[in-house]
Nanobody, 125 residues
Framework: QVQLVESGGGLVQAGGSLRLSCAVS??????????MGWFRQAPGKEREFVAT????????EYADSVKGRFTISRDNAKNTMYLQMNSLKPEDTAVYYC????????????????WGQGTQVTVSS
């Protein structure tokens, strides 16, 4: 019943920007009661934490590798979360996943209960 759908991925040159969106739908899902997060997985590597945002949207946390370049946000009225990615680097290339947790927010992979299918981000040098 609950689905998360990512969009906005694509191919971009190093130094460029992309904005990812995660649309959440479901009859029993109260978006504002879930913390949200972004994770990414590069080929041959494990999935890693990128950013998380609280129920209110006013508290955020980022992985050190993206801090200062990425911005996570949410619009509870639209049931949508965003990831603005600036100053992209080739090492940012990965499939990006959005996820929802019943916690206020979390950097812990295992706290997330609902996952999207992912969107590909490729950064060329």
């Amino acid at each position: 019943q609950v689905q998360l759908v990512e969009s906005g991925g694509g191919l971009v040159q190093a130094g460029g920007s992309l904005r990812l969106s995660c649309a959440v739908s479901g009859r029993t899902f109260t978006f504002s009661n879930y913390g949200m997060g972004w994770f990414r997985q590069a080929p041959g590597k494990e999935r890693e934490f990128v950013a998380t945002i609280s129920w209110s949207g006013h508290w955020t946390e980022y992985a050190d590798s993206v801090k200062g370049r990425f911005t996570i946000s949410r619009d509870n009225a639209k049931n949508t979360m965003y990831l603005q990615m600036n100053s992209l680097k080739p090492e940012d290339t990965a499939v990006y996943y959005c996820a929802a947790t019943p916690q206020i927010a979390s950097i812990n992979y295992y706290s997330y209960k609902i996952w999207g299918q992912g969107t590909q981000v490729t950064v060329s040098s």
